[in-house]
């Protein structure tokens, strides 16, 4: 008798970790962003802009092509807070070993507050900072 009551208990036990096992925290949600990115008033062939979050958390990210980028073509958006952004951008024309060609400038970085919403930064990068 002892033996029938267990049985149950471990179905029991086995069905609810189960169960309590896909009720983890949901994805976290991230926003969109996108803009222009020019270097000295003129469009960014081709780079990349990253978003590094202050506090921790994942990374946002998106490729430029031709001055435009979008978070959410080819990248990752962000959760909103402050960021450390970060660009490098390229001349575009390939070479080999230099798929988006020579660089225009030294990596940028900078600090952007970014909203806990989909937004549109642009930024214009100086020749000299």
């Known amino acids: 008798m002892l033996a029938r009551l267990r049985w149950p208990s471990v179905i029991v036990l086995v069905l609810g970790l189960g169960w309590y096992s896909g009720c983890g925290p949901a994805e976290e949600k991230l ?48 959760r909103g807070g402050m960021y450390d952004v970060r660009v490098n951008g390229f001349d575009g024309i390939e070479a080999n070993e230099a798929p988006f060609g020579q660089a225009l400038f030294p990596e940028y970085t900078g600090t952007k507050e970014l909203p806990a919403a989909d937004s549109t930064y642009d930024l214009d990068i100086p020749r000299k900072r």
Do not use: C, H, W
């Open 31 to 78: 926003y969109r962003v996108s803009g222009t990115v020019t270097f000295e008033g003129k469009p960014i062939p081709k780079g990349l802009i990253f978003f590094d979050p202050q506090a921790g958390g994942p990374q946002g990210f998106a490729n430029i092509v031709s001055g435009k980028y979008d978070t959410a073509q080819e990248g990752q958006g962000v």
